[in-house]
C-alpha cells in the first residue's frame, strides 16, 4: 500500500513555482525572515538592509515619486514590492516603476524600471538578477552602489542580456534611457 521511495543517489534540488512560494509565504514559513525572493524556482533568503542602503532608497523613491507627479506620469514608484517575471521568479526589488494598481504582485508587463540598492550583493544584482531582468524583459534597469557612490544604468535586453552599461558618479543628474523626460539628482544619495 505505502511503496517506499526510491533512494536518490544523487541529491536533487527542488525548483518551486511562484504559486508554491506564496503558499508557503502564507503560512508563515518565513516569517523569521527579512526579506525572500524566488528567482528562477530557488528561494533566497537576503541580508538585512543597513542605514546606507535604506536612506539611499528611501531618497531616491522619494525623488522619482516627485518626478513621475512633475511629469504627470501613470508610472508609480514602489518600495519592495513583488515582481511576478515567470512562473517561477518573483523577485521584491528594492524600487519599481509600474502601471499597475492592483493589490496582487505587479505583473512584468506594467514594469517600466527596476532599482536595486546594493551595498554587499553588488556581484548578485550586476550578475544573476541583472540576467534575470534582462531574460524577462525589464526595459530599464538600475544598480546603485553604495559603496563606489555611482549608478550603473541598463536598457535594451537582448537574448537575456544588456548590452550595454552606463556608469553614473553621484552628484550627476540621472535621466532615464526609456521613460522620456524623467530625470532625478543623484547628489542627494551621497
Not at 506620469?73 to 515582481?83: G, H, K, R
Not at 517575471?85 to 519599481?96: A, H, T
Not at 551595498?119 to 563606489?148: F, S
Request: charged content about 25%.
Amino acid at each position: 500500500m505505502n511503496a517506499p521511495l526510491p533512494a536518490l543517489n544523487v541529491p536533487h534540488a527542488y525548483r518551486f513555482s511562484v504559486d508554491t512560494f506564496e503558499t508557503l509565504c502564507a503560512t508563515g514559513i518565513f516569517d523569521d525572515v527579512a526579506k525572500t525572493e524566488l528567482i528562477e524556482g530557488e528561494i533566497f533568503c537576503m541580508n538585512a538592509q543597513y542605514s546606507r542602503h535604506a536612506r539611499v532608497k528611501s531618497k531616491l523613491l522619494v525623488e522619482l515619486s516627485l518626478a513621475l507627479r512633475a511629469l504627470n506620469s501613470d508610472l508609480t514608484a514602489i518600495s519592495e514590492v513583488a515582481v511576478r517575471l515567470s512562473d517561477n521568479s518573483m523577485p521584491e526589488p528594492d524600487i519599481v516603476l509600474t502601471r499597475y494598481t492592483g493589490d496582487a504582485a505587479v505583473p512584468l508587463e506594467t514594469v517600466a524600471l527596476i532599482i536595486e540598492v546594493s551595498d554587499t550583493t553588488l556581484d548578485h544584482d550586476l550578475g544573476r538578477k541583472a540576467e534575470l531582468y534582462a531574460k524577462a524583459g525589464v526595459p530599464e534597469y538600475w544598480v546603485v552602489d553604495v559603496t563606489e557612490n555611482r549608478i550603473l544604468m541598463h536598457s535594451a535586453p537582448a537574448d537575456g542580456d544588456y548590452p550595454g552599461q552606463w556608469d553614473i558618479p553621484f552628484g550627476e543628474t540621472l535621466h532615464s534611457l526609456t521613460i522620456e523626460g524623467l530625470s532625478v539628482e543623484s547628489g542627494l544619495l551621497e
